[in-house]
Structure formats: C-alpha cells, structure tokens
C-alpha cells in the first residue's frame, strides 16, 4: 500500500478536478488541460505508464470517441454553413413575432434543439441565441447560460436520451410511466432556470413596429428545415441502422444515423444557398474544428482513464463505507459522479447498479421509481455543474466568456432543482 492509497480517491480525483479547473481558468487550452489532468489521475491512483498509455489508445480507437468526435465537428459545420449562408439570420427573422415575448424567444431554440440528444448540441443554437441576445443587451455569460441551460431541459424524462433507456432497463422500470412521472421536472427547470435571467438588463429593444401582426409560419420552417432534418432524419435514420448494425455489434448505429442525417443538412444547406466552393474551404478548414476534435478526444481520455483507474468504483466505496442513509447517498452518489465525470450516461452506468442493490436491501424496492427520480435529477444537477460538460466548455468558448462567470447563474438553478426533486420524491414515495 502506497501514500497515496491512504488518501481517500475523492480527495484525490477532486485535487485533478480543481487542477484543470485552474488550468482552464490561466487560458491552458481546453484540450491540454483534459489531457494532462488525464496523466495526472492516472498517476494518483496507481495506473502504471503502459497502462495509461493503453487506456488512451482504447480511448482514442473507441467507436464512440470517433464519431462523438465527428458529430460534434459537423454541427459545427452545419452552424458555419447556415451563418455564412445567412440562414441564421434569416431563420431569426422569420421567427421573430411568432411568440410575442423575445424573453421567451431566447429560450425556444435551445429547447428545440435540446429534443435531439446530440452531443455538444450546445453550439447548434449558440448563433441564434447570440442574435437574440443583442436586442436585449445581454451579456456574454448570461447568454452562455441560457443556451446551456434550456438545451438540456428534457433530458430528466425525454425517451430518446440514453440515461433514460439505461436507466428504465436497469431498474426495470415501465419506459413510458418512467416518462409521465418525470415529465414534471421539465416544468420545474424551464421555470427556475429563468430566476438568473429574469430581469435581463432591462433595456433591450422587445417592441417591434408591427407587434400585432403575426407573421406566417411557413417561411421560419423553410428556414429552420437543415435543423428538422438533423432531427428527424437523424431519429429515423439511427432506428434503421440500429435494426442492421446492432446484430452485428456496431453499437454506435445511432451515432451513424446523427451523422448521417447532419451529412444531408449540410448539403441541403449548401445547395439551397449556392455556398461557393471558397465559402466551403473557410468552413471547413477552420483552426476551430481541429481544437474541438482535440478538445473532444483529450475529454473522452480523461473519463477513459477515470474507468480504467478505477477511481469511481473507490468514491462509492468510500460512500457505501460512510454509512450514509438511503436517501442522501442517492442524492450525493450520483451528484458526485456525475459532476466529475461530465457526462449522464457515466453516473447512470456506474451508480445506478448500486443504487438497486442499496434500495432492494433496504426493502425499499416498491418505490424504486421515486429513487430513481431522484437519483437521475441529482446526477444531472451534477453534470450541469461540471466543467467537464461538454455543451457548458462549447458554449462557453462559442460566447468566450468563463467558466467562473456561467456559474455565478448555474448554482441558485442546480441547487433549486434538486431540492424540488427531493419534495418530489416525498410526494411520489408517499403518494405512488
């Protein structure tokens, strides 16, 4: 046993937490702080230099690495095309008088785009956010907020994002009722997640000289229709890969179907709007996408070696060793690892087998739904909060404001949030 072993891995893995933190913050790039706080985790926890070496490669080869890398860069893409085209503009016009309140404009479109569980879809609404929030004099971190926070409201119920499906087929849970009793926490985080933006700054232009007339809505869905093909397309195209691709062991069908579909966005884009073939080399090769693909990978190394290190195994260890009761370690077990990990699918993965046991132990199995919904919200309080989410870093670089500055907006919300799952609980422990 080493020195290090004595300390407790949450001590350990929160001092490389706050390591790339800070690192972040002294303007390190993204990616060179997720790949040294990389080394630095396995170093901590006892990971030899050849077995650093081959997690990284697994990470790297990993088919969920690539194309996560790859959709990320074609939305990326997709974004550029529609600027340079002046779709987004147009997009934004044709919007504009269809709901009355550009406060609540400013929120639709993260929202839209929040239906497709795309990752790093963040930066998809970023640009028409960023137009919407001049005319209401917002800041940079006050639309980096906004875009962050209502991309991700349906991600508590929405049965096409993965920690839902993983979760359901964990605890055995009917899909569909999962979906009905956790729909509510979409009303709470649409509502709470306007307290930090509530007044603006008052002095925005929210008056139009034909405020009363209503435009037609046939023009904003011609404009918006690269962004209903990522999402139908994308949807039916992954459910029809998954039927062929799956038997056969390719388990990223879905991504193939998002990637896809984002292939005919962006031809559709440039065709519609004549995009010269100059315009197309200035999108596509922008130091920008090289950055995001190298931001990508070095984060999927960091939660690659986080597995491989074994350090979220020895957090819920030390959890379960603690002795803490049933209801605080369903809230903190998910909330911790889902906000060092970044990403809900890791906290579902790792938390929620334990979670089963503890319940089941307890004798608590007929109110599994309400653990669930607890520990489902208290994760994603969690990845909301991390700095390794990847659509936070996107938007964050896209309105180039930081880190420390979105959260001055994202904890009164997150905090909120999870004391309105814990009431919620109550009401379905005690009512359900």
Known sequence: MTILDSVPALVRVFFIFALIVLAIRK???????????SVGMGLLFGLAPDGMAQSMFRSLTDPQTVSLAVIVSLILVLSHSMEAAGQMERLLSRFQGLIKKPK????????????????????????MVKTLGKTLL???????????????????????YPGVLLTTTLANLNLWLFVVF?????????????????????????????????????????????????????????NVFSLFLLPAGITVSKELGLIFALFIAIHWVWQANGISGAQKKRILFQKQLLNLFYMVAAILVFKGILEDSHAVEAIS?????????????????PFLVGG???ITIAFVGTTTPILIQLIHAAGEGHHMLAYMMLALASGFAGVLLSPLHLCLLLSNEYFATPLSHVYRHLYLPSAALVLASCAYFFVLYHFL
């Open 27 to 37: 303007k390190f790039s993204l990616g060179n702080a997720f790949f040294f706080g």
């Open 104 to 127: 609540l404009n400013i929120v639709v479109f993260p929202a839209l785009i929040g239906l497709l569980p795309m990752p790093g879809g963040a930066i998809f609404s970023a640009p």
């Open 138 to 160: 917002l800041k940079n971190s006050q639309l980096s907020y906004i875009n962050y926070w209502y991309r991700h409201i349906w991600e508590y119920w929405w049965p096409l």
């Open 182 to 238: 956790l729909s509510p926490l979409t009303a709470v985080a649409m509502i709470i997640g306007y307290w930090p933006v509530r007044a603006l700054n008052g002095n925005g232009d929210e008056t139009s000289p034909q405020k009363n007339l209503r435009p037609p809505f046939l023009p904003f869905l011609k404009e918006l229709l690269p962004i209903l093909i990522v999402i139908v397309v994308g949807i039916v195209a992954g």
């Open 317 to 333: 260890r030390e959890l379960l060793a603690w002795q803490i009761p049933l209801v605080p370690i369903t809230i903190l077990l």
């Open 340 to 342: 060092v990990a970044g």
